[in-house]
């Protein structure tokens, strides 16, 4: 059953099939009218759809009023007036196109037949039916129709590792929906953040998909004018637009954009902000429902006027293994020409700390990796090259291992990128004693995690000491590999900033990445320069303080961690700040 006659039927639990009387010619329609719905595309109001129309109605099509269709249509990207001939995208390339689906609503019949589900009847323009299209309508649409009719509007499998999450927000936006929402005051206003391709926009667009909601996107960097008061007419300009969409999710990308407006310095509260808040509080009014969900990957930087503007914060957090395995499996099913002959399972366990967005670039590499090695067999025809890739090019370890080199190499750019390293204990010759240390203090919680559960005290980190040269860096590297764990590597100077706060943030940092990445293995070289004595150094600001009294704060949050490890080295151990040297750290 397509989507939209589940839709049109109401969305049962079950479906009755009733019999049909015999076909005659009164089931025949004199004239039907169809609205066109308001959705998500205001700007698409001054294109005509004629052509489509005539093209979905050149078979006869049984009509019942007030039902709900869409209809594919190719849209230029940069259309100037009507668009109601194929004519105007003749000779026009792909990527100057857009293909979408427009709805319409059945809001009269004239002729037809009744019955107890409502009034019926059989359009035929060879029968003189007469269609006509009156003034735009609003209403829900038949969820998952794009899908269903081939328009991919998100990418396949992201929002795969994100079940719970779905639930959860699923729960949230059903009440707001209600008819009642209104009166009873459940009106909805979200806001996610998360890492940056984490996945929030594909979540929600799931969410539309899944209430048949249109979707209002708005970047909030659109917002901000350099006329006087050009901000303020901006906000105001979407949400009375939104208006025209519902019911909708009205979707606010990189919220934190506003912390830009005006004068407003990060963390002060904006000019904006207060209008931001009325303008939530408005929609509440309108007579369809609107759902205003927030985007951003900087929620430290909201003020806080900003942040209870919106009722709900969630945050989407890395997807850990298992839901890593989860997008990979959704990420390779498609298309049915590449074999992929490497388990999911060891892409999940090779890409700590991906996000959805690279996880997906990861698969686009590892296939491009393919294709060019079947590619290269072939110096001449063209031709074999276009049968190899029709037969079916297969994926292999080698192609996904480069490819997430590929992106690590991108990524390491940023600090503390998480890596698998690939050290073996035989290539650590002796350091028998050090070697024992280390294995009670991070395999133990790893293999036996109920000692720790029953109270008996856990070791956070490890700190190895002696001249340069004696293999501290490469036993922590083979710790890593022999446990099967991730990687961060960071010298202490690395972490130090010369503005105010900016050292402790990328303490936090490193840290949050390292609960992105668990299991992980957090190295610390030359700890002595990132942790010295506090109050015995020179510098006026005290910066060295702060970050010490980050560092221990964060130590002290994983010390319930079983899956997070620290481990420091230095030449100089004096000169480490005696809180970071007591039992238990």
Not at 378 to 384: I, L
Request: net charge neutral; charged share 20%; proline share 6%.
């Amino acid at each position: 059953m397509s989507p939209t006659m589940y839709f049109n039927l109401g969305n049962p639990k079950t479906v009755k099939f009733i019999h049909c009387p015999e076909f005659n010619e009164k089931m025949f329609l004199e004239e039907a009218s169809i609205s066109r719905i308001k959705g998500s595309n205001p700007q698409h109001t001054n294109i005509s759809y004629n052509h489509a129309l005539h093209s979905h109605f050149h078979q006869p099509k049984l009509l019942k009023l007030d039902d709900v269709f869409g209809i594919k249509v190719t849209i230029p990207k940069y259309h100037y007036g009507k668009c109601h001939t194929s004519n105007d995208i003749d000779g026009l390339d792909e990527s100057e196109v857009n293909t979408e689906i427009v709805y319409f609503k059945v809001v009269k019949l004239k002729g037809g037949f009744s019955s107890s589900f409502g009034l019926f009847g059989v359009i035929d323009f060879h029968h003189l039916s007469h269609l006509t299209q009156e003034t735009s309508v609003h209403s829900r649409i038949p969820p998952n129709l794009p899908n269903f009719m081939g328009i991919s509007t998100y990418i396949n499998g992201i929002s795969a590792g994100y079940k719970n999450m779905f639930k959860k927000m699923i729960a949230l936006t059903k009440p707001a929906l209600h008819p009642l929402s209104s009166a009873l005051g459940l009106h909805l206003s979200l806001l996610l953040h998360g890492a940056q391709g984490v996945g929030k926009g594909s979540l929600i667009v799931s969410i539309a998909h899944h209430f048949g909601l249109h979707l209002f996107k708005v970047n909030c960097y659109d917002w901000l004018g350099q006329a006087e008061g050009q901000t303020e007419r901006n906000v105001k300009s979407t949400f009375e637009s939104s208006k025209q969409a519902s019911p909708c999710i009205l979707l606010l990308k990189n919220i934190e954009a506003i912390q830009k407006s005006g004068t407003a310095q990060e963390h002060e509260e904006p000019p904006i902000a207060n209008l931001l808040k009325e303008c939530i509080q408005s929609i509440q009014q309108a007579e369809y429902p609107i759902v205003v969900i927030a985007t951003t990957s900087k929620i430290e930087d909201l003020a806080s006027t900003v942040r209870s503007s919106f009722r709900e914060e969630i945050k989407i957090d890395v997807p850990d293994v298992k839901a890593r395995e989860e997008i990979v499996t959704n990420l390779i099913k498609y298309p049915h020409q590449l074999v992929f002959n490497v388990s999911p399972k060891y892409v999940a366990q090779n890409t700590p700390s991906f996000t959805p967005k690279l996880l997906q670039h990861t698969i686009y590499l590892a296939t491009l990796n393919a294709l060019t090695k079947a590619i290269h067999q072939f110096s001449e025809p063209a031709e074999e090259e276009v049968d190899v890739c029709s037969a079916g090019v297969g994926i292999s370890v080698s192609d996904v291992d480069a490819a997430i080199a590929q992106v690590q190499q991108q990524e390491s750019a940023s600090l503390g990128a998480p890596k698998v390293p690939n050290v073996k204990w035989e290539d650590v010759g002796g350091l028998i004693t050090a070697k024992k240390e280390i294995l009670d203090t991070i395999q133990l919680p790893l293999e036996h995690p109920e000692l720790f559960g029953k109270g008996l005290k856990q070791r956070s980190g490890v700190l190895l000491y002696g001249p340069p040269g004696t293999g501290k860096t490469l036993l922590a590297k083979a710790v890593a590999t022999e446990c099967t764990l991730n990687f961060i590597s960071v010298k202490g100077p690395e972490l130090i900033n010369m503005y105010v706060g900016e050292s402790e943030k990328n303490v936090r940092q490193i840290f949050q990445r390292a609960r992105d990445s668990k299991p992980c293995v957090i190295f610390f070289d030359e700890l002595d320069s990132l942790a010295p004595n506090r109050g015995k150094n020179g510098d006026s600001g005290g910066v060295m303080d702060r970050v010490v009294s980050q560092l221990l704060a964060e130590l002290s949050d994983i010390n319930s961690s079983s899956d997070i490890f620290v481990i420091g080295a230095t030449n100089r151990p004096d000169l480490i700040d005696p809180a970071l040297l007591v039992p238990g750290r």
